[in-house]
């Protein structure tokens, strides 16, 4: 695979795929690694709100729990969130894209006129009202944002599908008898990944940041969950103060999301090999 | 004498569109002999691409084609969707950018397509193909089966696509323009390379242009199309020498090289979804005469294998 030895060659997203890999063996064996794997859900009233210390690295949150314990238990839930809402988002947007870009006609102008729709309600304020309508949590928070994001599939898919529906290569598939879902999925689309990649990628990165942002507004997880953004929602009343109890959460927050931009840069660099040479 | 390699008889192309049907070819007839070469020339517009579309099978969706036949090697491919000429032509395309995926490697794109119609091991097929980019002078031929498209230039490209298709050792070989998107310099290398190929393996040749200098130095013969109808064809040095359509003896005063003064030919090519009636050419023809807008002209045999469609061929241009 010389896409993956590129990527490795770049140190920057190489990074970035670090950061993505570590968070994903910390979800993996979180409740292995957390200390106090139990403080997800205990209190220890006695012990609220320590500073940093040898024996809480990340200090104690206003229930007595174990911070350093809470952001590796979620850790879990941020990766859940993203990796979901993006394969669903993936799941509705190519289809449509491919589907759109392909026919001419009604067909494709209604679908590219829904998704028009879809990109013109804000995405924070159509999960927010989802959140309301369905019950809040994690659930309804997932399904907004997949509602939300695969519109940018569609797109990109639609845009690539339309620029190559009249290419020679195409036209030669259809002459010698390839049903349109062969040359669609196999041909095609290997034409848009490189796009829908780097799509995803970055799309995971900001998942995570809307999902934490929503669990900041109360939308998304609920109390005693060890989400992140929830967690900085409940440090508030406690700022000055207790410092840590926002900071690292928000830092792995800033991390993951990073890590994930980084990897996305690194991955369209690598993937798609007309614009190899744009870095050298 | 053995049969043609390809003969279109009274071949009529329609397209249905927006703006209603589109006559885009009607009763045209010609024939590519066997280790012969065939220039179909002729201005924008007039059906040179949907003629090489529908011989190779690809003419686009809404098409139909409601009267003619398309022969090759003695054999209908109209009627048997091109299953028996699969592999057997090859095709130059106009526009190599997009002739391959941009996506997968040039040499596995043809290698895929030998796997399929050629004879052989893989290994064969990689000696040949290796065989073939030498022939068409790519340079380092053995690393270029491992580059993608876009890596290389322009002509290169040309030269990659000309390998492609001849891999399949089709028995003809279709070109439609394939040198209009290069400079002068590289036309005249990829033109001395195709005649060559060809008269070196008896190819037969079907060479779509709209440049009578580079149709004069590739092909034996031609056939003038105009909007969708051959106005003339015959032997090319006969018919560049003395023609005898109006349109062909203005199309050839309207070459820089030949002419004195720039002459032009009045109006323009008719829209396809609205053919005048009778002859096509009727209203610019400077020698048009009142019956010529009723009945199209039927192909007078001027001997010598030279045809023209039209019956005032001998009277002098005004």
Same mark, same amino acid.
């Given at each position: 695979?010389?896409?993956?030895?590129?990527?490795?060659?770049?140190?920057?997203?190489?990074?970035?795929?670090?950061?993505?890999?570590?968070?994903?063996?910390?979800?993996?064996?979180?409740?292995?690694?957390?200390?106090?794997?139990?403080?997800?859900?205990?209190?220890?009233?006695?012990?609220?709100?320590?500073?940093?210390?040898?024996?809480?690295?990340?200090?104690?949150?206003?229930?007595?729990?174990?911070?350093?314990?809470?952001?590796?238990?979620?850790?879990?839930?941020?990766?859940?969130?993203?990796?979901?809402?993006?394969?669903?988002?993936?799941?509705?947007?190519?289809?449509?894209?491919?589907?759109?870009?392909?026919?001419?006609?009604?067909?494709?102008?209604?679908?590219?006129?829904?998704?028009?729709?879809?990109?013109?309600?804000?995405?924070?304020?159509?999960?927010?009202?989802?959140?309301?309508?369905?019950?809040?949590?994690?659930?309804?928070?997932?399904?907004?944002?997949?509602?939300?994001?695969?519109?940018?599939?569609?797109?990109?898919?639609?845009?690539?599908?339309?620029?190559?529906?009249?290419?020679?290569?195409?036209?030669?598939?259809?002459?010698?008898?390839?049903?349109?879902?062969?040359?669609?999925?196999?041909?095609?689309? !290997?034409?848009? @990944?490189?796009? %829908? #990649? &780097?799509?995803?990628?970055?799309?995971? /990165?900001?998942?995570?940041?809307? +999902? *934490?942002?929503?669990?900041?507004?109360?939308?998304?997880?609920?109390?005693?969950?060890?989400?992140?953004?929830?967690?900085?929602?409940?440090?508030?009343?406690?700022?000055?103060?207790?410092?840590?109890?926002?900071?690292? !959460?928000?830092? @792995?927050?800033? %991390? #993951? &999301?990073?890590?994930?931009?980084?990897? /996305?840069?690194?991955?369209?660099? +690598? *993937?798609?090999?007309?614009?190899?040479?744009?870095?050298? | 004498?053995?049969?043609?390699?390809?003969?279109?008889?009274?071949?009529?192309?329609?397209?249905?569109?927006?703006?209603?049907?589109?006559?885009?070819?009607?009763?045209?007839?010609?024939?590519?002999?066997?280790?012969?070469?065939?220039?179909?020339?002729?201005?924008?517009?007039?059906?040179?691409?949907?003629?090489?579309?529908?011989?190779?099978?690809?003419?686009?969706?809404?098409?139909?084609?409601?009267?003619?036949?398309?022969?090759?090697?003695?054999?209908?491919?109209?009627?048997?969707?091109?299953?028996?000429?699969?592999?057997?032509?090859?095709?130059?395309?106009?526009?190599?950018?997009?002739?391959?995926?941009?996506?997968?490697?040039?040499?596995?794109?043809?290698?895929?397509?030998?796997?399929?119609?050629?004879?052989?091991?893989?290994?064969?097929?990689?000696?040949?193909?290796?065989?073939?980019?030498?022939?068409?002078?790519?340079?380092?031929?053995?690393?270029?089966?491992?580059?993608?498209?876009?890596?290389?230039?322009?002509?290169?490209?040309?030269?990659?696509?000309?390998?492609?298709?001849?891999?399949?050792?089709?028995?003809?070989?279709?070109?439609?323009?394939?040198?209009?998107?290069?400079?002068?310099?590289?036309?005249?290398?990829?033109?001395?390379?195709?005649?060559?190929?060809?008269?070196?393996?008896?190819?037969?040749?079907?060479?779509?242009?709209?440049?009578?200098?580079?149709?004069?130095?590739?092909?034996?013969?031609?056939?003038?199309?105009?909007?969708?109808?051959?106005?003339?064809?015959?032997?090319?040095?006969?018919?560049?020498?003395?023609?005898?359509?109006?349109?062909?003896?203005?199309?050839?005063?309207?070459?820089?090289?030949?002419?004195?003064?720039?002459?032009?030919?009045?109006?323009?090519?008719?829209?396809?979804?609205?053919?005048?009636?009778?002859?096509?050419?009727?209203?610019?023809?400077?020698?048009?005469?009142?019956?010529?807008?009723?009945?199209?002209?039927?192909?007078?045999?001027?001997?010598?294998?030279?045809?023209?469609?039209?019956?005032?061929?001998?009277?002098?241009?005004?």
């Amino acid at each position: 695979m010389t896409a993956l030895r590129l990527l490795l060659r770049d140190r920057v997203a190489a990074l970035g795929g670090l950061i993505v890999l570590f968070a994903l063996v910390v979800a993996i064996f979180a409740p292995w690694i957390a200390p106090y794997p139990d403080d997800a859900f205990e209190s220890h009233i006695m012990q609220r709100l320590r500073p940093p210390s040898a024996e809480f690295p990340f200090g104690t949150d206003n229930l007595g729990r174990d911070i350093l314990s809470r952001v590796i238990l979620g850790t879990r839930n941020a990766l859940l969130v993203a990796v979901a809402v993006v394969l669903a988002a993936m799941a509705i947007g190519v289809p449509i894209g491919l589907a759109a870009g392909w026919r001419e006609g009604w067909l494709s102008e209604t679908l590219m006129r829904v998704t028009d729709v879809f990109l013109a309600v804000p995405q924070l304020i159509l999960a927010l009202a989802l959140g309301q309508l369905i019950a809040p949590g994690i659930g309804a928070a997932m399904v907004a944002l997949a509602l939300t994001y695969w519109p940018f599939f569609a797109r990109t898919v639609f845009a690539e599908t339309r620029r190559l529906r009249s290419a020679l290569f195409v036209d030669a598939l259809a002459g010698i008898g390839a049903s349109p879902a062969r040359i669609l999925f196999l041909h095609v689309l !290997p034409n848009a @990944a490189p796009a %829908v #990649l &780097v799509r995803a990628t970055i799309g995971m /990165g900001f998942t995570i940041l809307t +999902a *934490a942002i929503l669990g900041f507004l109360g939308v998304g997880a609920a109390p005693p969950s060890p989400d992140w953004g929830l967690a900085v929602s409940e440090a508030r009343q406690h700022l000055p103060e207790a410092w840590w109890f926002p900071t690292f !959460p928000g830092l @792995a927050i800033l %991390v #993951l &999301v990073l890590g994930f931009n980084l990897l /996305g840069d690194g991955l369209r660099d +690598a *993937a798609d090999p007309r614009l190899r040479r744009s870095r050298r | 004498m053995s049969p043609p390699v390809l003969q279109v008889e009274g071949l009529a192309v329609r397209l249905r569109g927006e703006g209603g049907v589109a006559e885009i070819l009607d009763d045209v007839s010609l024939s590519v002999p066997r280790g012969g070469t065939l220039g179909v020339v002729g201005e924008s517009g007039c059906g040179k691409s949907t003629l090489l579309r529908a011989i190779l099978g690809i003419l686009p969706r809404g098409a139909e084609t409601p009267r003619g036949a398309i022969l090759f090697e003695g054999r209908d491919i109209l009627s048997d969707r091109a299953e028996s000429a699969r592999g057997r032509i090859g095709f130059v395309p106009q526009d190599p950018y997009l002739s391959l995926n941009p996506v997968f490697r040039a040499g596995d794109q043809i290698l895929e397509i030998m796997r399929r119609h050629a004879r052989g091991s893989r290994r064969d097929h990689r000696d040949r193909l290796v065989e073939l980019f030498r022939a068409v002078q790519l340079p380092d031929p053995v690393a270029a089966l491992r580059k993608y498209p876009h890596q290389f230039s322009g002509g290169q490209r040309q030269r990659l696509l000309i390998a492609a298709a001849l891999a399949c050792d089709p028995a003809l070989v279709v070109a439609d323009e394939p040198t209009t998107a290069l400079d002068v310099t590289t036309q005249r290398e990829i033109l001395a390379l195709l005649r060559g190929l060809v008269t070196e393996r008896g190819l037969s040749l079907l060479f779509v242009t709209h440049d009578l200098g580079v149709l004069a130095s590739v092909c034996t013969e031609v056939a003038v199309l105009y909007a969708g109808r051959v106005a003339e064809a015959g032997p090319t040095r006969a018919v560049l020498d003395a023609p005898r359509h109006p349109y062909t003896r203005m199309l050839l005063a309207c070459h820089p090289d030949r002419a004195t003064d720039l002459a032009g030919i009045p109006g323009t090519v008719p829209a396809a979804t609205a053919q005048p009636t009778g002859c096509r050419f009727h209203p610019r023809c400077p020698i048009v005469h009142s019956g010529c807008a009723v009945e199209a002209p039927p192909m007078v045999s001027l001997g010598e294998g030279r045809a023209v469609a039209c019956p005032w061929h001998e009277a002098a241009l005004a």
